[in-house]
């Protein structure tokens, strides 16, 4: 007898159910709000380490316009949202829908914050930059540490290098495309909305895709025995 293993289905997988498209999104958050951080906030980034900790060697060195405090700080914020984020993955381990909902309201109030704070106060001042500096590191190290534990092949929300050479080498994955493309249609909607309009209009639209994602997954969420919302998905 033979035994037919049918591929997964890159979006309608039932084994992750909602959230392969949540997932989706949130990258789109990361390029918006990496985007904000980069062009307005004194080029740094607060969802992306590794571009950070490169930016850190090049201001130590002493690069111009780079700055090593900005960069530092963003890094220690990204670490204590992921120290976060892991430990409420580690209270919520056996409904993955309604981990990525608690994570997602966080993130939410965050991110309310920081539009409310940037429109009220502007991005310039070095005060208000660090503040939004911190708080949006904070933000996506959640993100981050979460989106690791629900264990979605494929997307990571933040981090392309190995998606994209995974995509060369194995020249298969549509969530691997898809993952780039969303991270770049992020970044060019928080550039057209930086350089355009404001900050606090930039935060703002990265909330209202946050409060999506929230109510999209709570409402995925109210059957808690689906076979998608148990860690390591569907068998």
Do not use: E
Request: net charge positive; aromatic share 6%.
């Amino acid at each position: 007898m033979v035994t037919v293993t049918r591929p997964a289905r890159p979006f309608g997988d039932p084994r992750h159910g909602p959230l392969v498209p949540m997932l989706l999104v949130l990258t789109v958050v990361t390029g918006l709000v990496d985007a904000v951080s980069y062009l307005a906030l004194g080029h740094v980034f607060v969802a992306n380490m590794t571009g950070n900790v490169v930016f850190l060697g090049f201001a130590l060195a002493g690069a111009p316009g780079l700055s090593a405090t900005a960069s530092l700080a963003a890094l220690a914020a990204f670490l204590a949202g992921a120290l976060a984020g892991g430990r409420l993955a580690g209270r919520r381990p056996d409904h993955r829908g309604r981990l990525l909902v608690a994570t997602v309201a966080a993130q939410s109030v965050l991110l309310a914050a920081c539009t409310a704070f940037a429109a009220a106060f502007g991005h310039t001042a070095d005060p208000v930059r660090y503040t939004l500096i911190g708080v949006l590191g904070a933000a996506m190290g959640l993100q981050n540490a979460v989106v690791r534990a629900l264990k979605v092949p494929d997307l990571t929300t933040t981090v392309l290098t190995m998606t994209l050479t995974a995509l060369a080498a194995d020249r298969t994955g549509v969530r691997r495309v898809a993952s780039a493309a969303w991270m770049f249609a992020g970044a060019l909607l928080g550039a057209v909305l930086v350089l355009h309009t404001t900050v606090a209009v930039a935060l703002a639209a990265a909330l209202v895709l946050l409060l999506a994602v929230a109510a999209l997954t709570h409402r995925a969420s109210r059957h808690p025995a689906a076979p998608w919302a148990r860690p390591g998905g569907a068998p």
